[in-house]
């Protein structure tokens, strides 16, 4: 992911990652290392993405957010809710972890 995860990326982010889970087996891992920005709206996101993926046994993990993301998770409790990874499994091992924009670049 990259950009803002805000109100005004909510849906078109709602929607890639609803898709991307179609195509999970029994892992999402999120990179949030290029995500700048996250509010309320953002979070809502990932926690109904996050029951979504429950809900088809997938389990939806966030790896590498930047301080401010990372700040977010911690004072909601969040970064308890998910698993978290340090670094982006698959990273530089040719196995490939997808990417899921936000943002304005998303909409092209």
């Given at each position: 992911?990259?950009?803002?995860?805000?109100?005004?990326?909510?849906?078109?982010v709602?929607?890639?990652?609803l898709?991307?889970l179609?195509?999970?087996v029994?892992?999402?891992?999120?990179?949030?290392?290029?995500?700048?920005?996250?509010?309320?709206?953002?979070l809502?996101?990932l926690?109904?993405?996050?029951h979504q993926a429950?809900?088809?046994?997938?389990?939806?993990?966030l790896?590498?957010?930047?301080?401010?993301?990372a700040?977010?998770?911690?004072?909601?409790?969040?970064?308890?809710?998910?698993?978290m990874?340090?670094?982006?499994?698959g990273?530089?091992t040719?196995?490939s972890?997808g990417?899921?924009?936000s943002?304005?670049?998303?909409?092209?």
């Amino acid at each position: 992911m990259r950009g803002e995860l805000d109100l005004a990326a909510r849906e078109a982010v709602r929607a890639r990652l609803l898709r991307a889970l179609q195509h999970s087996v029994s892992l999402l891992i999120l990179d949030l290392s290029r995500v700048s920005f996250c509010d309320a709206a953002g979070l809502g996101v990932l926690v109904g993405v996050q029951h979504q993926a429950r809900t088809l046994d997938i389990a939806l993990g966030l790896a590498t957010p930047r301080l401010h993301v990372a700040k977010v998770l911690r004072l909601t409790g969040l970064d308890r809710s998910f698993p978290m990874y340090g670094t982006t499994p698959g990273r530089g091992t040719g196995v490939s972890t997808g990417r899921i924009q936000s943002g304005p670049a998303a909409a092209r």
